[in-house]
């Protein structure tokens, strides 16, 4: 299969991120692990290395930071309905916190999680082992699951952690190959859908964010 993606590849020497957005499906896969490291520890190394990366941070908190408020209360708003009546929420992954600033925003006490705490709107966790407990909120979201290298053990960290009717939304990039810090890459939104063995897909989408890559959204409700 190797060697048919190379030989396709050379014969129309197309770029790689056309590739993957209309070819990547018939060679690769619904999902493919990039199987980059050699240990977990070695996983974790490397996505500290990018969020601590000064370059990274400054322009996250500086030219893109209104950018990212901006299309987070965009993204929320026209997921409005699955807010109502919600208390406590999670974004798991949320670097610099925008999505938690909005949420706070809109009324919860949101916080976000990732490797490398930013006060006042992230603290410091793994979304492999999430350290709260069982059903203790009522809304998670997430944009960062090319960065799991565990998809199915994130997921399920997603429906212990969420409440019963609780809503969780996913926002992936679709047919892209990511950068560096993706673990992987996902032809066919069914892949990861069948992944929550707890909860009811509610909505299915294409998307097209103003601040990022993310082109697919799922919302889904736990059982």
Same mark, same amino acid.
């Given at each position: 299969?190797i060697?048919?993606?190379?030989?396709? @590849?050379?014969?129309?020497?197309?770029?790689?991120?056309?590739?993957y957005?209309?070819?990547s499906?018939?060679?690769?896969?619904?999902?493919?692990?990039?199987?980059?490291?050699?240990?977990?520890?070695?996983?974790?190394?490397?996505?500290?290395?990018?969020?601590?990366?000064? =370059?990274?941070?400054?322009?996250?908190?500086?030219?893109?930071? +209104?950018?990212?408020?901006?299309?987070?209360?965009? @993204? %929320?708003?026209?997921?409005?309905?699955?807010?109502?009546?919600? +208390?406590?929420?999670?974004?798991?992954?949320?670097?610099?916190?925008?999505?938690?600033?909005?949420?706070?925003?809109?009324? @919860?006490?949101a916080?976000g999680?990732?490797?490398?705490p930013?006060?006042?709107?992230?603290i410091?966790?793994?979304?492999?082992?999430?350290? %709260?407990?069982?059903?203790?909120?009522?809304?998670v979201?997430?944009? *960062?699951?090319?960065h799991?290298?565990?998809? +199915?053990?994130?997921?399920? +960290?997603?429906?212990? *952690?969420?409440?019963? #009717?609780?809503?969780?939304?996913?926002?992936?990039? @679709?047919?892209?190959?990511?950068?560096?810090?993706?673990e992987?890459?996902?032809?066919?939104?069914?892949s990861?859908?069948k992944?929550?063995?707890?909860?009811?897909l509610i909505?299915?989408?294409k998307? =097209? #964010?103003?601040?990022?890559?993310?082109?697919?959204? %799922?919302?889904?409700?736990k #059982?």
């Amino acid at each position: 299969m190797i060697i048919v993606k190379k030989t396709f @590849l050379k014969l129309i020497s197309i770029p790689k991120k056309l590739y993957y957005k209309f070819f990547s499906k018939f060679f690769e896969g619904k999902i493919q692990y990039y199987d980059r490291h050699q240990s977990y520890k070695d996983y974790i190394k490397k996505q500290i290395e990018k969020t601590e990366d000064p =370059k990274r941070i400054a322009k996250w908190t500086g030219v893109e930071w +209104e950018k990212k408020i901006l299309g987070f209360r965009n @993204l %929320f708003d026209r997921n409005k309905d699955y807010l109502k009546n919600k +208390e406590n929420a999670i974004c798991l992954g949320a670097r610099t916190g925008q999505e938690v600033l909005v949420l706070q925003e809109l009324g @919860l006490k949101a916080v976000g999680l990732d490797l490398v705490p930013f006060p006042p709107y992230t603290i410091q966790g793994d979304i492999h082992s999430i350290p %709260f407990k069982d059903g203790e909120f009522d809304f998670v979201f997430t944009n *960062i699951f090319d960065h799991s290298l565990y998809p +199915e053990k994130f997921v399920s +960290e997603i429906e212990r *952690i969420s409440k019963k #009717n609780s809503h969780i939304i996913i926002n992936l990039q @679709l047919n892209n190959p990511g950068d560096d810090y993706s673990e992987n890459l996902i032809n066919d939104p069914k892949s990861v859908e069948k992944m929550f063995k707890n909860s009811e897909l509610i909505i299915s989408r294409k998307i =097209k #964010n103003t601040f990022d890559e993310m082109n697919y959204e %799922f919302v889904l409700q736990k #059982n």
